[in-house]
C-alpha cells in the first residue's frame, strides 16, 4: 500500500495536529525543526519555520515536542532539519537525545550523503542526481529514499513535475528500496499521480497550510489524500 | 565533513546542487590548467577592467606613517568585485551556462555581475535586500541600466544574509541553465577557493609594486572583511610572508570573526554570529558590504593559525576615516574600506599597505544623512 508522509513544523499544537493527521491517515509525520536560513524551503515553510522560531521552538524545544508526539501516535516519527543544527547541537547527541524522544530516523536536507555517516538518516535523491550519487545514496539511507520530485525548493504547484517519472524509472534500475516523492505535492490529484509512480507520497507546504486552520481541517485534508491514494492503488 | 579550510568549509548543500558543484570543481581545475582561459582573462583585466590598478602613498591622511592605498576604487565599476565576476564569467561560458544569478550587499557585486553580463550577453538576476537597496539606491539604477533584473528581497533583515539566501534557492531552482555568480569567499566549495584565485591578482600586485616603492615588504597588511573577498585577496599576496602581518578589519556589529562561533551558513562551515542553536542572529552595519553574519571559510582557519588577526571597527570610527581620506586626498572611499583606512591610521606599525577596495559614490546619501 502506498504510504503517506505528512510534514508538520515543530510547534506547541503540533502534537495534537500529528494525531490529527495520523487519524486523517498517514503513515509517517516528519517533523521540522526550524532553521533561521533553510536553503531548500519555499515561502511556505520558510515563514512557518520563521513563526516557530520567533515562539521559542528551539531544539530542545523541538525534541520535547519530538516526545510530546510520540505520547499520541505509533507511527513512524521523522525529525528533519538542517546541518546547522546538528552542528551547534552535537551529531551524536542529536541523534541520542531524538531517539530517546521517540524519533524512527531522520532527515537532513544540507548535509551530502557522504558527510557525518554516525547520523542515520532518509537520504534524498534529486532530478540532478547522477545515477553513480542514487547509488550512494540507496547505499546509505535509512530504510527509504526520499525523491526530490522537482529541481527546486520545496511549495506546493500546479501539476506534478514531469521530472518525476524519470527519476523513478531511473531509481528503480538502480535500487529495490521504497521510493517516496515529496516536493511540490499539495492536491489529492497530485498525491494520486504519484501515487501510481512511487511507494510514497509526502506532502509538505499545503499540509503547514492547512495545519494552520487546526486539527480537524487537518484531518479532513489528510484524509482526502488518503482516499485519492488508496482509489489510485485500485485501479 | 570534507572540508577545505580546516575544520572550515565543506558543502552543506541539498543534494540537487551537488552534481552542479562538482561540475563547477572540475570545471575550475580545467580552466586553471588552460592556457587560453589565463590569456582571456588577462587581457579582460588589463585592456577591460583597468589593471594594475596604481599604489598610492596618503602622507596628508596619515602624517609620520606611510600608508599606501591598494586603489581598487580605481577599477572598472568602482571596486574590486569586478576581478571576481570577470574569472566567472569566463568560466559560465565554459560551462556553457548562459544565465547568471548573483546576490549583493552593497550593490558593488550587483554591478560587477550586471557589468560582465552585458559584456558577454548573459541574462541576469541579482537578488538584493530590501534596505540594501534604499541605502545604495545609486548601485540599483546602474544595474537596471546595465540591464539586470534586481529582485528585492523582502523578508528578515532584508540585507545580504537574505539575498544570498534567495539567491541560493533560485540556483537550486534553474542549476541546468544557471550559473550562481557568488560575490565573495563564501558559499560551498569551490566557491572560496574561486573567488580567491580571482581575487589574489590584488595582492600579488600591490606585493610587486611595494617592494618597487620601498624596497621592502610592509610591516602590515590592512583589509575590511565582510564576507572576506577583498582580503582574502590581500593577504594572499602575502601570506607566505612571515613578517608581514595581515590585520582583517570587520563593522563592530557585523564580527563574525571577532565575536562568532562555529556555524553553518549558505553551504559552508565558518565563524558566525549565531546563537547556542545554530541559529544565524543578525548583523549590523552602516556598511551595507560588512552586514553579513558570516565570512569566508578561509579567513577563519587563518585567524585559528594565527597567521591573521581580525579586529572590529565602529560605524563612527569608518565614518571620521570617510570624511578624513576625501578631505586630505581627494580619495572619496567605499563605507567598507573605510573600515580598513580607520584601522591603519592607529596600527602600531609605520608602513602600512591597505586595500582601498571600493569608492563611495554610492555611499553619499547614507553619509550626508549622518552629518
Same mark, same amino acid.
Given at each position: 500500500m502506498t504510504k503517506l508522509v505528512i510534514y508538520l513544523v515543530c510547534e506547541p499544537e503540533t502534537p495534537e495536529l500529528a494525531e490529527a493527521a495520523v487519524d486523517g491517515g498517514a503513515d509517517l509525520v516528519e517533523l521540522g525543526i526550524p532553521f533561521?536560513?533553510?536553503?531548500?524551503?519555499?515561502p511556505t515553510i520558510r515563514l512557518a519555520s520563521e513563526r516557530a522560531l520567533a515562539r521559542g521552538m528551539r531544539t530542545k524545544e523541538c525534541l520535547e515536542c519530538v516526545a510530546h508526539t510520540r505520547d499520541r501516535v505509533d507511527v513512524p516519527l521523522v525529525p528533519m532539519t538542517y546541518a546547522a543544527i546538528l552542528e551547534a547541537y552535537g551529531h551524536e547527541r542529536f541523534v541520542d537525545d531524538a531517539r530517546a524522544a521517540g524519533a524512527t530516523s531522520f532527515i537532513?536536507?544540507?548535509?551530502?550523503?557522504?558527510?557525518?555517516?554516525?547520523?542515520p538518516r532518509v537520504q534524498l535523491v534529486a532530478p540532478t542526481s547522477t545515477d553513480e550519487r542514487i547509488a550512494l545514496c540507496a547505499e546509505s539511507t535509512d530504510g527509504w529514499l526520499y525523491l526530490v520530485?522537482?529541481?527546486?525548493?520545496?511549495g506546493a504547484r500546479d501539476e506534478v513535475s514531469p521530472a518525476l517519472a524519470g527519476l523513478v524509472e531511473r531509481t528503480r534500475g538502480i535500487t529495490q528500496l521504497p521510493l517516496y516523492a515529496g516536493f511540490g505535492i499539495s492536491t489529492p490529484a497530485h498525491a494520486a499521480a504519484v501515487a501510481e509512480l512511487a511507494d510514497g507520497v509526502v506532502v509538505g507546504s499545503r499540509a503547514v497550510q492547512v495545519a494552520e486552520e487546526g486539527p480537524a481541517a487537518l484531518r479532513d485534508y489528510v484524509a482526502s489524500l488518503r482516499s485519492a491514494i488508496d482509489a489510485a492503488a485500485r485501479v | 565533513m570534507t572540508t577545505t579550510f580546516g575544520s572550515y568549509g565543506g558543502r552543506y548543500v541539498p543534494e540537487t546542487l551537488i552534481p552542479a558543484l562538482d561540475e563547477l570543481t572540475a570545471g575550475w581545475e580545467a580552466a586553471k590548467a588552460d592556457d587560453s582561459f589565463r590569456a582571456e582573462l588577462h587581457a579582460l583585466l588589463t585592456s577591460? #577592467?583597468?589593471?594594475p590598478t596604481p599604489l598610492t602613498r596618503v602622507e596628508r591622511f596619515a602624517p609620520g606613517k606611510r600608508i599606501y592605498l591598494k586603489?581598487?576604487?580605481?577599477l572598472h565599476t568602482g571596486a574590486h568585485k569586478l576581478n571576481n565576476a570577470l574569472g566567472q564569467a569566463v568560466l559560465a561560458r565554459r560551462l556553457r551556462k548562459r544565465r547568471i544569478v548573483a546576490e549583493t550587499g552593497a550593490g558593488q557585486h550587483g554591478v560587477a555581475t550586471a557589468t560582465v553580463c552585458a559584456r558577454f550577453g548573459f541574462d541576469c538576476v541579482v537578488y538584493m535586500g530590501a534596505e540594501d537597496m534604499r541605502r545604495q539606491k545609486p548601485n540599483v539604477e546602474r544595474m537596471h541600466l546595465l540591464g539586470a533584473e534586481v529582485r528585492a528581497v523582502e523578508f528578515g533583515t532584508k540585507t545580504l544574509k537574505e539575498a544570498t539566501s534567495e539567491a541560493i534557492r533560485d540556483w537550486i531552482t534553474n542549476v541546468e541553465t544557471t550559473?550562481?555568480?557568488?560575490?565573495?569567499?563564501?558559499?560551498? #566549495?569551490p566557491y572560496p577557493e574561486i573567488v580567491r584565485d580571482l581575487q589574489r591578482v590584488i595582492g600579488d600586485e600591490a606585493r610587486e609594486q611595494l617592494l618597487a616603492a620601498e624596497g621592502r615588504l610592509p610591516e602590515a597588511v590592512v583589509a575590511c572583511v565582510g564576507g572576506g573577498s577583498n582580503a582574502i585577496g590581500m593577504f594572499y599576496g602575502f601570506v607566505d610572508d612571515a613578517e608581514v602581518r595581515l590585520v582583517g578589519v570587520e563593522a563592530a556589529g557585523a564580527a563574525s570573526l571577532g565575536t562568532g562561533r562555529p556555524a553553518v551558513l549558505h553551504g559552508a562551515r565558518s565563524s558566525v554570529l549565531a546563537d547556542d542553536d545554530g541559529q544565524i542572529a543578525d548583523a549590523h552595519s552602516i556598511s551595507a558590504g560588512l552586514d553579513y553574519p558570516g565570512v569566508g571559510p578561509e579567513h577563519a582557519a587563518l585567524r585559528d593559525a594565527g597567521r591573521a588577526q581580525y579586529v572590529p571597527c565602529t560605524d563612527d570610527e569608518a565614518l571620521d576615516a570617510f570624511h578624513r581620506l576625501t578631505r586630505t586626498e581627494g580619495i572619496i572611499p567605499a563605507l567598507e574600506s573605510s573600515h580598513a583606512l580607520a584601522r591603519a591610521l592607529d596600527l602600531d606599525a609605520a608602513y602600512v599597505a591597505v586595500c582601498l577596495s571600493g569608492r563611495g559614490d554610492k555611499d553619499l546619501e547614507e553619509v550626508l544623512a549622518r552629518s
Open positions: 533561521s536560513d533553510p536553503l531548500a524551503e519555499g537532513v536536507v544540507d548535509l551530502p550523503v557522504e558527510e557525518h555517516r554516525e547520523v520530485s522537482l529541481t527546486g525548493t520545496t | 577591460y #577592467a583597468g589593471r586603489r581598487e576604487d580605481l550559473h550562481y555568480m557568488i560575490g565573495s569567499c563564501v558559499g560551498p #566549495a
